[in-house]
């Protein structure tokens, strides 16, 4: 290769398959704040988007159906099109020479398939064979908070409950969300389609399925395995409740965490007050506390409420209340990252 031509891994050819979705869009807004040193941006979604037009870097990309010969060409692909279509064309984009950073559950707990939070383990990057995984949102954002405790005091047991936001399951829950609000502040019915039950000022169970065998749903089992798989410990033990709320962005989560040794909310605020992508919002004069609006658009996870748990006399026991950008940091920028790490490691 010349000087002038250039480098394909460090100014790389850049996909994103799912790109006219709630995530795909903010991983381009991502790829363009972050000033990532593509050379080029290919955007791919269903046939029925194509000839979109977006907006990037001072251009117009189009759309184009995602198809076998997308990838030709292509250094780093961000599938974000969910599990069935990653676990089609993320092989094909392989194969073609491309390394896939995958959004969907396809293959994150896969054990030849790194699963990331670079702030945690960017060093399990350097070990992929072709596929880097993101987590799931919620297993982000709680990893955010609980992973600089884990690493001063490790951490034996975890107990959590999220507030999920309707961006979590995509563009067509939002508009769900805000067309079945509109319907019951005028008093007109709304059958919705994306939910099994009214969202509107209702709060429901995580609209994923129940496995019989242990009461849990998808959405727990994966925050729960998830943790552990990115902590490298499986001694941890993880309780999860997902719970859907009706706000539009950014999912909050009430944890309860037992470390092995005492631990004071003073140490637990020094720590994460020095922990990168942590932000305490710890106002108690002014019950200000981590709020999904003020979560929305920011790339920080936002922790706070931060207490002893009295309920374990030994002092080993703590609770916060957490809220991030589950659209950022538990999707889109956390993929970005991982890209950024890949054309600065090579
Ligand atoms: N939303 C979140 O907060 C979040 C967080 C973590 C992980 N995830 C995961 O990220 C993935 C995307 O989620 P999302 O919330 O962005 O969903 P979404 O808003 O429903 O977007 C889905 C995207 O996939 C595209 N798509 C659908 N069928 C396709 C096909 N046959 N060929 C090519 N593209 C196709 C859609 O294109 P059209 O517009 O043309 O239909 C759209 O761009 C899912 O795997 C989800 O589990 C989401």
Request: glycine share 6%.
């Amino acid at each position: 290769m010349s000087p002038a031509e250039p480098n394909p891994r460090r100014n790389p050819v850049v996909a994103i398959v799912g790109a006219t979705g709630a995530v795909g869009v903010v991983m381009a807004q991502c790829l363009e704040e972050r000033r990532f040193p593509l050379v080029a941006l290919r955007l791919y979604a269903s046939p029925r988007s194509a000839g979109r037009m977006t907006a990037f870097n001072g251009a117009a990309i189009p759309v184009e159906a995602l198809g076998e010969r997308s990838f030709d060409g292509v250094d780093i692909v961000l599938f974000s099109a969910g599990g069935a279509i990653s676990r089609d064309f993320a092989p094909l984009a392989m194969r073609r020479g491309a390394i896939v950073i995958d959004n969907s559950s396809a293959f994150r707990m896969d054990p030849a398939v790194p699963l990331v939070v670079p702030e945690i383990n960017a060093e399990a990057i350097s070990g992929h064979k072709g596929i880097i995984a993101n987590p799931n949102c919620v297993a982000i954002i709680a990893a955010m908070a609980l992973w600089p405790l884990h690493r001063a005091n490790r951490i034996r047991r975890v107990s959590m409950a999220s507030y999920q936001a309707a961006s979590g399951a995509g563009a067509a829950a939002m508009a769900e969300l805000r067309q079945s609000t509109e319907a019951h502040l005028a008093d007109r019915p709304y059958a919705n389609r994306i939910f099994p039950h009214p969202y509107a000022f209702n709060v429901f169970s995580h609209n994923t399925a129940i496995d019989p065998a242990t009461g849990y749903n998808d959405e727990e089992t994966k925050v729960m395995r998830e943790t552990r798989k990115i902590f490298d410990d499986d001694a941890i033990r993880v309780t999860a409740t997902c719970i859907r709320v009706p706000v539009l962005r950014a999912h909050c989560i009430a944890l309860d965490v037992e470390c092995e040794r005492p631990i004071a909310p003073a140490a637990v605020r020094e720590i994460l007050a020095a922990a990168p992508g942590v932000r305490i919002v710890d106002d108690a004069a002014r019950n200000h506390f981590p709020m999904p609006n003020e979560a929305s658009g920011q790339g920080d996870v936002l922790v706070g409420r931060i207490r002893q748990d009295v309920s374990d006399p030994s002092g080993r026991s703590v609770a916060l209340f957490v809220a991030g950008d589950q659209l950022l940091k538990g999707a889109a920028l956390n993929a970005v990252q991982i890209a950024e790490y890949l054309v600065t490691a090579s």
